[in-house]
């Protein structure tokens, strides 16, 4: 293949790398202001001092995050509800898009069964009756109140239904010949094929469950704070930082817990950690998968 050196190539050339540095600077710099924070001193953040790096190196936020408080649980809390709710809702997912991607004819009610998928991608019942329903159904304060109701994702489903549409039917019809039935189907033939859907539409769901926090606000009480999620008690955290802050510009708090900015900022990278840990084990499935459906012939 011969390179373009062309003087408009290497000018695109040029734009396209200073378009994607900014992007990148744009990305990190958040992650590691949090970082640099999080590691300062109290007096050096307000001050402003710090910028790009710490500025006296202070690591009792971290010790605190790790070591007490309620922190510890909720971060296993949200790794048990992500890996249970990233492993139902694939299931969920791939067994109903599998279906609904294959002919009329092999699919009872078919046509109704899509229609009723896309109405719920425009439609919502609302709060107040999917609380309603979490609590007549017994879910209310448990583990699968944050799970089951949200458990299938619209958009992730067609993203399946659309992939699982590309694998040639040949290669079912070879299996029925050979007396395979649905199931071994679509166990032994078409998942192992869909590894890369899989991977992306399973780091959707990952995401969304690791950033969850309203759910658990919404169906959790304090009786059972023990299964409050890392997200909502950085939120708590959040809140409590901006009370005291307000009550110190107003001057009914005389002295604000000095930790408690480096608190909230060493528990948001310590939330960031997970994710920075999963993806370079999925990129090389992510980079095909997120290409799904986009490419039709």
Partial sequence: MVKD????????????YVVLILLMIVTLYPIIYILSVSLSSQAAYEAGEVVLWPVGINLEAYKEVLTGGTVPMSFLQAVINTLLYTVISLFMTTTLAYPLSRSKDRVPFHGFITKLVVFTMFFTAGMIPMYLIVQKVGLLNTRWALIIPVAITTYN????RSFFESVPVELEEAAFIDGANEITIFAKIILPLSKAALA?????YAVSQWNQWFNAMLYLSDRVSELYPLQYIIRQIIMENQIAAEAAAAGELTQVQTSTVQLKYATLFVSIVPMFCVYPFIQKYFVKGVMVGSVKG
């Fill in 157 to 160: 489903l067609v993203v399946m």
């Fill in 200 to 204: 992306t539409v399973g780091l959707f």
């Fill in 5 to 16: 050196t062309s003087v408009s190539s290497v000018i695109l050339d040029i734009v396209i």
